[in-house]
């Protein structure tokens, strides 16, 4: 059961560590979540990777090779073998939050996501730089901030921290890196700059926009073709642009609002430009995966390849991931709709970790119904789970470590293997998540069909030492005395122990791990059930 219980564990083993439970009840448990600062430049050259499991004397080694990863590649819209730029290093962006406000549960979802996408990556050996970023300077931001009436970069960053405390909530693990829009404007100077002298942008009163007629290829992601475009989807309009399509880079200041200089005036940043930036900065123009919702395809990362591309034109960006959208009873999620949920009201009513289990309980490509069904079947999911895990702790606990240490039947072994398997196979089949939790099955109903027989075998040495009039602590001390007596060569007094032992119904097993005790019938009544 131990050898069953420690390969069974690894989809949950990584942060998923289970709460300290009292019986048959489940409490939240978080892990603190340190607030980073802006880090410096998180090279793909460094070394070091997540050692693999050791295995237990008994248990089947894992596969050699796990079975090559493969990920839907948005940009050429089908599955495509995972081969990172660096060989064992992966550089991945995900686009983080607009901090002005609690993240809801679609926001959730792109976490949980690319957290799974994270951990597996970790799990396969590569040494990940992860880097999600934090809009701290937005429209959004200042018009809740001027309503509010606060400081904009100070209420932004109340918000990041809250949005940390969410992420804690959900065990999604820190970022390598994550990068402010306010700690970034240099950067972000620097790479219009370089749009501007490819011809790329123009400037008009202190504003700098992109033109999309000079990037041929623009529409590449989102398959999506200019006239196809409307101009107000946070694309502002504005007749001055050469085209309805043109986005800003920069945005002249305005008054109340926070600017910086720039060599086209004081202002601040377009929405788009910042994760060229930043992704940049931290992982280089070319980089393997950048990911995000599925709402952010078009406009904003089709936005960014055409900045990144037309300041560097060797970017370029290996793998697009996105994941699907959440709807709530069938209706997309929305503050009109009065449908919207922030995490914090989920979680008020059902366990972090069984939010998460909804989530990952869909392909992450896939729609995403909400509702309190899907949320109750997670929960009650989730404490069969830990249940069976806390009973697994219980038994494991009450008992003296040699008694686990032989070796697991062929069907345990073989149980193990089929999860194994399963879960490499579907995890590197496009992070199939719903079919490694489906999997997850088997070794559950394994684990608690042995913990029935451990508890049976429990019971049974308990009556035996009834009987014997002894407690486990006697006969151990016992083992012990006859352990020290046959290294000192005095088999007479170490018989004599074995004699005394099996007299009481107590009989010793010696084996490679040491000596354990089962029960026996006495010594005195042996003769008369042989006979029977």
């Known amino acids: 059961m131990g050898a069953l ?52 004397n008994g248990t089947p080694p894992p596969p050699p090779t796990p079975p090559v990863l493969q990920i839907f590649n948005t940009m050429t819209r089908r599955k495509e073998t995972f081969n990172p730029k660096v060989p064992g290093k992966v550089g991945m962006y995900v686009c983080g939050v607009t901090a002005y406000d609690l993240s809801h549960i679609g926001h959730a979802r792109v976490y949980v996501t690319f957290d799974v996408l994270y951990r597996y990556l970790k799990h396969l050996s590569f040494d990940v730089c992860y880097v999600r970023n934090f809009t701290d300077v937005d429209d959004k931001i200042i018009a809740r901030a001027n309503e509010l009436g606060e400081d904009p970069l100070r209420l932004s960053s109340r918000y990041c921290d809250e949005f940390h405390t969410d992420m804690a909530y959900l065990h ?5 890196v994550e990068p402010r829009v306010s700690n970034h404007m240099s950067q972000i100077i620097d790479m219009i700059k370089q749009i501007l002298d490819s011809g790329c942008a123009y400037t008009i009163d202190g504003d700098v926009y992109f033109s999309v007629d000079k990037f041929p290829s623009y529409g590449q992601l989102s398959g999506r073709k200019l006239e196809d475009n409307r101009a107000g989807e946070r694309v ?24 910086w200089e720039s060599p086209w005036g004081p202002g601040r940043p377009g929405w788009h430009i910042e994760c060229s930036a930043m992704s940049a900065a931290y992982l280089g123009y070319s980089f393997d995966i950048h990911g995000g919702g599925m709402d952010l395809v078009f406009p904003h990362h089709e936005n960014e390849i055409a900045q990144s591309c037309s300041a560097c034109r060797e970017s370029n960006i290996r793998y697009w991931v ?56 997670a929960s ?37 293997s089929r999860f194994q398997c399963a879960f490499e196979t579907s995890m590197s089949d496009d992070l199939h998540t719903p079919v490694v939790l489906a999997a997850l099955s088997e070794p559950l109903k394994t684990i608690n069909d042995l913990l029935h027989t451990r508890e049976i075998l429990w019971e049974l040495r308990e009556k035996a030492l009834e009987r014997a009039g002894m407690s486990e602590e006697q006969i151990l001390k016992k083992i012990k005395e006859r352990a020290q007596a046959r290294e000192n060569k005095q088999y007479e007094r170490s018989d004599e122990i074995r004699k005394e032992l099996a007299t009481a119904g107590i009989a010793l097993m010696d084996g490679p791990d040491g000596t354990v005790w089962r029960p026996s019938v006495p010594l005195e009544l042996q003769e008369t059930v042989a006979k029977t």
């Open 5 to 56: 219980l420690k390969h069974t564990l690894p989809i949950f083993s990584t942060r998923f560590t289970p709460p300290t439970l009292t019986r048959r009840s489940i409490r939240i448990h978080s892990r603190p979540y340190p607030h980073r600062k802006t880090a410096s430049l998180c090279s793909l050259t460094h070394s070091g990777s997540p050692p693999g499991e050791d295995n237990n």
């Open 172 to 176: 999604c693990l820190p970022p390598s």
């Open 236 to 259: 502002a309009v504005d007749s001055r642009k050469q085209n309805p399509a043109d986005f800003a880079l920069w945005k002249a200041s305005k008054a109340g609002e926070p600017y």
């Open 322 to 377: 996105h994941n699907g959208f959440v709807t709530v009873d069938s209706e997309k999620m929305s503050k009109s709709l009065g449908n919207f949920f922030t995490i914090r009201q989920v979680i008020k009513l059902y366990h972090p970790l069984a939010l998460r289990l909804f989530l990952m309980s869909t392909h992450y490509r896939s729609p995403i119904n909400y509702s309190n069904v899907q949320l109750e079947s």
């Open 380 to 416: 009650d999911r989730l404490f069969y789970i830990y249940q069976t895990l806390q009973d697994c702790e219980e038994v494991l606990g009450q008992h003296h470590e040699s008694n686990f240490s032989d070796m697991a039947p062929s069907d345990t072994q073989d149980c193990i």
